[in-house]
């Protein structure tokens, strides 16, 4: 933002970040002049309300002077003395609002003209590291949930007292609770490997597919009862 703000010679510039949870703009940089202007504000409100005055505001992107600021009703920030120009350009990005960029001049500096299509640029440009930041969070924030919903079952299976484990739709083993290689002899990484269908007793399988294959209702646990081969090449009966 110092690299626009030096480009353009301007006294002042605020990026503003829209937060729909918040219904607020918070200032995220503030150079210049806008230390003075959005001076102890950590967000201001900006609801749908404002955001449909924002929209339908007289004040347009571009460059205007200070005064018609200053006659602005709506106005959030306080006007530094030395401001005699102001602007702002929305950061938009196929139509979704994501918030603004403002910017100053002080009276004695003039302000640079045709800079509409640089700055629509600019914004375009922070509206697409904005999407792909918020892409990045929300992904971490659900592999952080995954892996917390991972422990749990972990837990869960580590500390039940049956013989636990969970199956994908075709009966191979994704989760193993430690009864079963201390019951049946296989160790953890062995039994991980198989299909349920290569340890059930082949005369038990027929009714164990039929129990598996009916919808559980609001997720309950199956309980089933079949005979399972040991290591050793013997059958024991389980309840699992």
Known sequence: MEGISNLLKLDGLTLLLYDSEKKALIPKVKLGNSNIAY????????DN???????????????????????????NCKVPKKAGYFGYYNIMLKD??????????????????????????????????????????????ELIKSKEIEE????????AT??????????????????WPNTLGWNLEELQGMNISDIVHSDDFPYICKLYNNEPKNNELRKLKSRCLCKNGDYKWLDY
Request: with cysteine; aromatic share 12%.
């Open 39 to 46: 001076k102890n504000k950590s967000e201001l409100k900006f």
């Open 49 to 75: 309300d404002d955001y449909e005055k924002h929209l339908n505001s007289p004040y347009r992107e571009g460059i205007r002077p200070i005064s018609d600021l200053i006659n602005y009703k709506n106005r």
């Open 96 to 141: 979704e609002f994501m918030g603004l960029i403002g910017f100053s001049y002080n009276n004695e500096n003039t302000p640079m003209t045709e800079i509409d299509s640089f700055m629509k640029t600019i914004c375009i440009e922070i509206g697409m590291l904005i999407k792909k930041y918020n892409l990045y969070k929300n992904i971490k924030e």
């Open 152 to 159: 749990s079952i972990d837990l869960f299976l580590h500390t």
């Open 162 to 179: 049956d013989h636990m484990c969970i199956v994908d739709r075709y009966g191979n083993f994704i989760k193993i609770g430690p009864k």
